[in-house]
């Protein structure tokens, strides 16, 4: 019905007013109607007339809808529709996809994890919730293409395999550490504590001798030229270790990718597309090459430095260069970074306007808060981070505790982890709490899924009928009204790539699911049958509303 709505006072208002309009039209308080749209005061300025009197004219076109009940104006020219009850039951039964994205191919850059260095909270975060913004466009009809990108050249990764070769005497053969049980879920796991502690022996270096930090940038040109056997092989094999390990993160995550960038791989392209624009986008200072953001109002920002190695801005313009060869009908291209690159962002999207004005016109860069633990912050630079593996480790002891005799911990695991992340409107800073996450008291991932668990488990006793559901008593319509809304709160998500708006939504449609089952009876009732229904499409949304989130909708806890 909310589509149809909208269709209706478009119409409308152009035949009574030859007004184009982009209606809002939103779910007021029951008391208030099932919708209800403030178009009339929208358009008062413009026409110069009395909203009251625009609504009204409104109001008679509504009133014969089909569907609709009856039309109300309220205050200085709301619009409140009521709807019959058959329309809200046939939107609660219809779990219709969000199909505004139908034909598009979506790239989407996420998981963006840094060889040779501990996967951190940010990193955890962003993953789970751009793959849930990922599905939000797969929901809506898009074909998308999700790509991560790996930092395994720079001065980080110079400074790891320094203390790695400066260890084994710069013999690759002797790196044991790296080597053995390739294939041990152990192993793998140990990765985090043994490239953490390099880099952070190799950036106390770095800031301590000046002869370790002149070896330092020496084994980085060495890393991006590819003219050192040993640098080149023991680079090779901790790239290697270090996918292997961040495999295991997204396999447990049930996080999966297309393709993986490499910065080597971006890195000479984006050079030369640098070198290419030298006089027309970029300009040479100090011996590095720079753009100038001033005249965007932005800041100058440098892409190759006077060593003539490119900076992150060049490899992202290599890495855009890469997408336009492997993805060449895109429509657009989601990148995820924290809120402290947005400024770099905008000077390096400002440049690549310059060079590929089509490209830059559909990147759309999104970005996060800060993430931390009720226990306190973390550090990289030393070396002494709880990272992504340490807070997943927490958070699956935390629900082995809780729920010690589920056979779907994994399941309650997958949902307390995820469900903090994206429970939280993207942009704000997030305080995880171990203990809330694993709660099934107030919102939480495993409250979510207890609250489908009980609804299969009152339909495994009898199963809904498909006779069709009429004449709502009070509480039912006002159960039922909760549903319809799903629809709606897809598109709000999806259109505002917020994933939090979902996770509100089941939050609330629980409570209000809770409520009515306290106070009415479903079964051995006179109207069982269309309780047993409703508690059908109750289900059905909720496993849809997890399912989307990527969390899993076990039928027993």
């Given at each position: ?24 039209v ?12 403030n ?116 001065m ?30 152990v ?55 270090s996918?292997?390990?961040?495999d295991?993160?997204y ?15 971006t ?25 100038k ?9 440098v ?12 490899k ?7 997408k ?39 990147t ?11 226990t ?84 495994r ?37 917020l ?59």
């Amino acid at each position: 019905m909310y589509e149809k709505l909208i269709h209706h006072i478009v119409a409308d208002c152009k035949e009574l007013f030859n007004a184009d309009v982009q209606p809002i039209v939103s779910r007021p308080d029951e008391q208030f109607g099932d919708y209800a749209c403030n178009v009339a005061m929208q358009l008062a300025k413009e026409l110069g007339q009395n909203p009251r009197e625009i609504a009204a004219a409104l109001r008679e076109k509504l009133q014969v809808v089909d569907g609709v009940k009856h039309v109300e104006i309220a205050g200085p020219g709301f619009i409140n529709i009521f709807v019959e009850d058959e329309v809200l039951v046939g939107d609660a039964s219809n779990i219709s996809p969000y199909q505004h994205h139908e034909g598009k191919e979506v790239l989407v850059e996420f998981g963006n994890f840094n060889p040779l260095k501990t996967v951190h909270l940010g990193h955890l975060y962003q993953t789970v919730v751009y793959s849930a913004i990922a599905r939000l466009f797969e929901r809506s009809g898009a074909t998308v293409h999700t790509i991560s990108y790996h930092g395994d050249v720079g001065m980080h990764i110079a400074k790891a395999i320094w203390a790695i070769g400066e260890e084994v005497g710069w013999k690759p053969q002797d790196l044991k550490a790296l080597e053995d049980g390739e294939e041990s879920d152990v192993s793998m796991r140990n990765m985090k504590t043994i490239f953490g502690s390099y880099y952070a022996k190799g950036n106390e270096a770095y800031d301590a001798d000046s002869s370790a930090a002149e070896s330092i940038r020496e084994v980085n040109r060495h890393i991006y030229d590819r003219d050192n056997q040993a640098v080149n092989d023991i680079h090779a094999l901790c790239v290697k270790r270090s996918m292997q390990y961040f495999d295991t993160i997204y396999d447990e995550l049930g996080v999966s990718f297309e393709k993986h960038y490499m910065e080597s791989e971006t890195a000479p392209i984006g050079t030369e597309v640098v070198k290419k624009n030298i006089g027309n986008v970029f300009e040479e200072s100090d011996g590095a090459i720079i753009y100038k953001g001033e005249k965007d109002d932005l800041h100058t920002r440098v892409f190759l430095n006077s060593e003539g190695l490119p900076t992150y801005e060049a490899k992202d313009l290599g890495l855009i260069e890469l997408k336009r060869r492997d993805y060449p009908g895109a429509d657009k291209s989601v990148i995820i970074t924290g809120n402290e690159q947005q400024q770099y962002f905008k000077v390096m999207l400002a440049a690549l306007k310059h060079i590929h004005p089509e490209e830059a016109a559909k990147t759309e860069h999104m970005t996060h808060g800060l993430l931390s633990l009720t226990t306190g912050k973390m550090s990289s630079r030393t070396g002494n981070v709880f990272g992504a593996q340490s807070l997943m480790d927490a958070t699956r002891a935390a629900v082995s505790k809780a729920f010690v005799d589920s056979e779907v911990q994994r399941d309650i695991y997958l949902a307390a982890l995820k469900y903090t992340f994206l429970k939280s409107r993207i942009g704000g800073d997030i305080v995880f709490d171990v203990q809330e996450s694993v709660s099934l008291e107030g919102n939480s991932g495993p409250y979510i899924q207890y609250a489908y668990a009980r609804a299969r488990s009152i339909l495994r006793k009898k199963a809904a009928s498909e006779d069709e559901i009429t004449g709502l008593e009070a509480d039912e319509r006002s159960l039922v009204r909760k549903i319809s809304e799903y629809e709606e709160v897809l598109e709000k998500a999806t259109k505002e790539r917020l994933p939090h708006h979902i996770c509100t939504y089941l939050y609330e449609l629980a409570q209000k699911f809770n409520a009515f089952y306290e106070k009415n009876r479903v079964l051995e009732h006179e109207r069982e049958a269309q309780r047993l229904g409703i508690v059908h499409f109750y289900a059905e949304v909720l496993k849809d509303g997890l399912e989307t989130l990527g969390i899993p909708a076990p039928e027993k806890m």
